[in-house]
């Protein structure tokens, strides 16, 4: 569907629920994207401020502390604009303000493709069902339609901040395992993805088999994707959404 679009695509805005999220489901499509000349943002619904892994670093600490391995890891990809909205890491719910805070956000970057978390629970795999994830999916797909298209819903962006409705016409859905129906090679921007990984040093540092992992799991996707052996890839299900 992404090929047949009349309009190229310019601008991309992530929506994810932690720091580090977009790097594990898509590092290595957003460099493919970044080396083609697109512009990325991203939206990071929370701080991660329940993450880490070392009980020495003081909890209050660990929201600066993944926000700038954030901005580090999407400079290693070419991203510069990354907002954090802020909400409680491992408390995500989908409210009206999250929809409204998400909407502010597509259409100040007004994008032409947008990649969001999977937003329903996979029964077969509780670590891919975070629930924060699914929240963040789900808001970020309300925010897409009805709301940021919408010049009545969230009516003080438009009449306070000045910000006009904006139509997303694609979607790309992160983490759809058996949905995915779109691919994308990145055997050639893998190693990007692992030293935006290991940007996350707080969540991943202690992780040895990082890169063996993230390989394993590029090939099953790029075996799914029908890719020649050695190949590596991200898989998506991709909306039509205009
Ligand atoms: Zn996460």
């Given amino acids: 569907m992404a090929d047949e679009r009349e309009q190229p695509v310019r601008r991309v805005l992530v929506v994810v629920a932690h720091p580090d999220d977009?790097?594990?489901?898509s590092a290595g499509t957003i460099?493919?994207?970044?080396?083609?000349?697109l512009e990325v943002s991203y939206c990071i619904v929370t701080d991660g401020d329940a993450g880490g892994v070392d009980p020495e670093v003081p909890r209050s600490a660990i929201g600066v502390i993944r926000q700038d391995e954030q901005r580090k890891a999407a400079a290693i990809l070419g991203v510069t604009d990354v907002e954090f909205l802020g909400y409680p890491d491992g408390r995500l719910m989908v409210s009206f303000e999250l929809r409204r805070d998400i909407t502010r956000v597509i259409r100040r970057t007004r994008p032409d493709r947008m990649?969001?978390?999977f937003p329903h629970r996979d029964l077969q795999s509780v670590y891919s069902s975070h629930p924060d994830h699914q929240a963040a999916g789900e808001a970020a797909l309300c925010a897409v339609y009805p709301d940021a298209r919408n010049p009545f819903a969230h009516p003080e962006l438009l009449a306070e901040e000045g910000l006009e409705a904006h139509t997303v016409p694609e979607v790309w859905v992160m983490g759809a395992h058996d949905r995915a129906d779109h691919y994308v090679d990145i055997?050639?921007?893998?190693?990007?993805?692992?030293?935006?990984l290991r940007a996350h040093a707080s969540q991943t540092a202690h992780m040895t088999?990082?890169?063996?992992?993230?390989?394993?799991?590029?090939?099953?996707?790029?075996?799914?994707?029908?890719?020649?052996a050695g190949r590596l890839a991200e898989g998506y299900l991709v909306l039509d959404t205009r």
Wanted: glycine residues 12%; without cysteine.
């Fill in 209 to 228: 088999t990082l890169e063996k992992r993230m390989r394993g799991w590029g090939s099953l996707q790029a075996q799914a994707a029908g890719l020649p």
């Fill in 22 to 25: 977009v790097d594990f489901g």
């Fill in 31 to 37: 460099a493919t994207w970044t080396d083609a000349g």
């Fill in 187 to 196: 055997t050639d921007t893998f190693d990007r993805k692992i030293a935006a």
């Fill in 115 to 117: 990649v969001v978390p």
